[in-house]
């Protein structure tokens, strides 16, 4: 990681904020950013306790703003009580809010609708009736697996409505992933649609759901929600599946919501850890909400005429801050599109900007390395070929961004006019965490500057104590926040193990990144510590895609690290023991190609390996253990100068360094 840290550390180009920006923005400069953080530090559950009183709206005030009794299960606003989906909904109707566009849908195929505030009111009521007429209530599990569309909007805001846990799914899990989602939150309702649409190709949801009952033991759920994309043939089993439009139909337009609890779980969201079965992270209501809000304003420096646009999908945490929660908090304006950036050409995001004038932009480091190259192969659809005045601000969010992708997206998409606010943050930390603020910090390409005001961000070594400025440790947080993870959904034993372990003393939050400070206290991320890989701003766990390999038939063993990617940050390399001798070059081809499809059935498409070796057996040590650092290096064709002595079998390392 040293060598990392050097490098980034001599990143020196400076942009501070523009003139105009600090003057008008939510936290306007330096000294507010400072005022702020001191309050905080002074009385730190009071100062969250002003800003809960401030952003949301209370069905029942609170009394007490932490409850750390029973750390690290900390509760915040606990005797207080709300709805999320009220404080997104109804409280903009009677203001000048109401008749004003909550959503912007832009369609794969380009066709555009939009819905005001007081039109997605009462879709979201008229789909919770419908539900409630069914029998759903306050604390069962929902999971969604929807397509970008307002409708999956709708779907989570009903739930939010009457207190059912969301739980969704990304329309590219496999249906073995939503078997075992269904299984562990013991869902009791299903939303999905037929089919959805990306890159003009149809791709089905519903067949999914049917084979992950096919598998058994989903006897928990009574109802399956069909929503129609697209009209595909689906199958429909009478009694269980249900039509979306049979569900709302006749419903009333009004909808009183469930009055939840502050710590009422709100959501539950799957990701990846460093053990086989993803983890069930679950979310509170109000101070997840809190944080969506205060997140919007701070960094995102939303204002009523912004129209804001985050390319995130609904199925991952991004989504469901930043689209179904935080923007409709805050009254906002929101692109919402069901598409992929590159159909029907590289252009799309900058036309759909152009189109919509859309003023805020947040998308992912990912994205914008493939239409820098995009971009740059088709002249046509460079950014520069289009209208992009709008804008005023930009985003980046999953992976650290490297300083060249930085700059490309700061001058040719932001036209050296824009802030870039680089938000480091997690699905467990419900909101951002370390982000510039477009008003306040000068920013260095690379770097996600600052923590937000009262976000206790700090880098210690493995005794838990700080580390000097400019040498790496682990990020941790050292104080609870409001948007914080609750617990692991069914195991709270591994959500202590995970993020308050033994090593730190149980104290501080452990985040998983390796990270480090420059000088000036400015924080650069530099990826996971632990066996997570990101691919494409997506999270995988080694060890899940381990375990799909070796559940295939023909695997006796495999170990899977990361190799660092141009395109998608990392890329997934598998070292595979047969349980057949080893196969010639022309056979090998063939199994890795139905191993990277078994993957693809097991998890997704994006946990399939780029890369899989064969050998006839992996690098151990004398113990038994698999040596992965020495992986790594074969993974990245370096020369291996790390001590093999402990190797049980040297001579493996020559097979694995043959690519397939
Ligand atoms: O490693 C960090 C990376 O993404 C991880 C969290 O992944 P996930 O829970 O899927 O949430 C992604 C969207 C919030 C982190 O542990 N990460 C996220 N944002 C950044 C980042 N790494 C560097 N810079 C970022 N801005």
Redesign the pocket.
Known sequence: MSAQIESVLQEGRLFPPPKGFVSKAAIAGMDQYQALCAEAEKDHAGFWARLAREHLVWHKPFSRALDDSNAPFFKWFDDGELNVSWNCLDRHLGTPVENKTAIVFEADDGKVSKVTYRELHERVCRFANGLRALGFQKGERAIVYMPMSVEGVVAMQACARLGIIHSVVFGGFSAKSIHERIIDAGATLVITADEQVRGGKHIPLKPAIDEAFAMGGCDSVRKVVVYRRTGGDVAMQPGRDMAWDEVVAGQSAQCEPAWVGAEHPLFILY?SGSTGKPKGVQHASAGYLLMAALTMKWTFDIKPEDIFWCTADIG???GHTYITYGPLACGATQVVFEGVPTFPHAGRFWEMIDRHKVSIFYTAPTAIRSLVKAGESSPDHHPRKYDLSSLRLLG??????NPEAWMWYYTNVGRERCPIV???????TGGHMITPLPGVHALKPGS?TMPLPGVAAAIVDETGTDVEKGKGGFLVIKKPWPSMIRTIWGDPERFRKSYYPDDFKGRYYL???GASRDLDGYFW?M??IDDVL?VS???LGTMEIESALVSNPLVAEAAVVGRPDDMTGEAVVAFVVLKQARPSAEEAKRIANDLRNWVGKEIGAIAKPKDIRFGENLPKTRSGKIMRRLLRSVAKGEEITQDVSTLENPAILDQLKQAN
């Open positions: 990701t991952w945490v991004t980046s969010v999953g992976e650290p961004i680089d938000t480091w943050w997690q699905t467990e996600c985040a998983g990144d991320i990826g996971r990101n701003g997506h999270r």
